[in-house]
């Protein structure tokens, strides 16, 4: 795929379909662009958007109508779905470009305050931990331990997620050690992909799940993907609707 417009080229022609690639690229628009570039361009191209939100003034700015959490949220999929060309990545979907272009004009408008950007880490909590942890562990036949953090109670406060770390954290441990191990056994056999999973829990636990993933075997740990991203665009989804008056989409 070629995600680059011709220099010169006028940034809003055809912004909205605009194929997205990873990573920043720069104060001034050359032919391409992430998610978050893209969001904030069409502030100046579409006068509707502009109006609503404010007009961007620089290209790579942060569009300041646009929630923190959520910007990070996406900048993570945008960079490891897609590589400097916009193709997919390994593990990304087929139609990475399609889901996440799709997201550039929903994220306008969800910084809506810091009551709701806490709600918002608190469900990003929820899930990171509760769920998608659990499911890597599961992966990695840490069963025990998946299933501590299942049982963790709901978090309502980000003081309550603060008081989980110390078990995260014993939790992450004990997969660096299966890591290590792992990884000497899939460097001597390369076939016990269960257990490299536990390479993917380490980093999982800080949102770096990309990196380690390529270097298991795909067939055995996609559906694991799968799922884990599903639940991350049901997720993203739920936190860009948090203080939505209804009828209020961007």
């Not at 055809?14 to 032919?31: A, C, K, Q, Y």
């Not at 929820?126 to 069963?143: E, G, Q, Y």
Request: overall charge neutral; proline content about 4%.
């Amino acid at each position: 795929m070629n995600a680059t417009k011709p220099l010169g080229a006028d940034p809003c022609d055809e912004i909205e379909t605009l194929p997205l690639s990873r990573g920043g690229h720069g104060s001034v628009f050359t032919g391409q662009c992430c998610i978050m570039e893209k969001a904030n361009r069409l502030t100046v191209c579409r006068p509707d958007l502009g109006k609503k939100f404010g007009v961007a003034t620089r290209f790579n700015d942060d569009h300041p109508s646009v929630d923190r959490g959520i910007r990070r949220f996406l900048i993570r999929l945008n960079d490891g779905w897609l590589d400097g060309a916009g193709n997919p990545t390994t593990f990304a979907p087929k139609n990475a470009q399609e889901i996440l272009n799709g997201y550039a004009e929903k994220v306008l408008g969800t910084n809506t305050g810091s009551a709701d950007a806490e709600i918002r880490a608190v469900m990003a909590a929820n899930w990171a931990l509760r769920v998608a942890l659990p499911v890597w562990l599961d992966a990695a036949k840490m069963h025990a331990e998946a299933e501590q953090l299942r049982a963790l109670p709901e978090f309502v406060t980000i003081a309550a997620v603060y008081g989980s770390l110390s078990l995260v954290r014993t939790i992450r441990s004990k997969a660096w050690t299966r890591r290590n191990e792992a990884l000497r056994r899939y460097d001597a056999a390369r076939s016990d992909a269960s257990a490299v999973a536990a390479a993917v829990v380490v980093v999982a636990v800080e949102v770096e799940v990309e990196t380690v993933v390529e270097a298991v075997a795909k067939e055995k740990l996609t559906p694991v993907v799968e799922e884990i991203r599903r639940g991350a665009l049901n997720l993203l989804d739920r936190m860009i609707a948090v203080g939505r008056i209804e009828g209020d989409g961007a």
